[in-house]
């Protein structure tokens, strides 16, 4: 799996004294105790899977240069970690993920330079990589998180139950198998072919 960056507010502040409640309140035009009712839907999923969410705590900030330096990890091999540990960060440790000495310290405890990091951060690299994800997502039509696309084809959107992920990975195998068969289809000296290319066996 490949993360790719995507902001559901561009416009944000880095520094902003609503709460996630507000925040919701006023973008979806709800009161609220609705908001915090769809937010204790989501903290309950969380739970399911073992990740405890405190929205309460929530610290809302601009996002642009945590993605920036999920994209600098991704260099160094190491986006999924970068990506986990941000994560965790914002919904249960309450941490402030636009500030940049919070985002510096977060990048060393999973392996990167300080310096570097501080480098990056005080720049506009990895600005250009951001934007190319933001705008091939904008192409597809994302519009929300979470969105997966699985083999550039089917995509699933919004938090669904493991079935469906299961289901789609079966369709996308059958087609690949299918793939597979009608490559092979007439070789009668046994060359093996998939998507890309074939193989000739050793003789």
Known sequence: MTYKCFELD???DRDIKENIYEKLAKKYGMSIDQ???NTEN???MAKEVGLD???DTLILTNTFDAHRL???AKTKGLMKEMTDRILHAYYTESKHIGDH???TDLAVEIGLDREAVQKVLASDEMSDAVRADEQAAQQIGVSGVPF???NQKYALTGAQPTEVFVQALKKVIAEEEEKITVLNSGNEDGVVCDENGCEIPKK
């Open 10 to 12: 561009p416009t944000a």
């Open 101 to 103: 000495d919070t985002l």
């Open 148 to 150: 997966y696309l699985i």
């Open 35 to 37: 908001a915090k009712a």
């Open 70 to 72: 999920t994209m600098y």
């Open 53 to 55: 969410y405190q929205m």
């Open 42 to 44: 989501m903290v309950n």
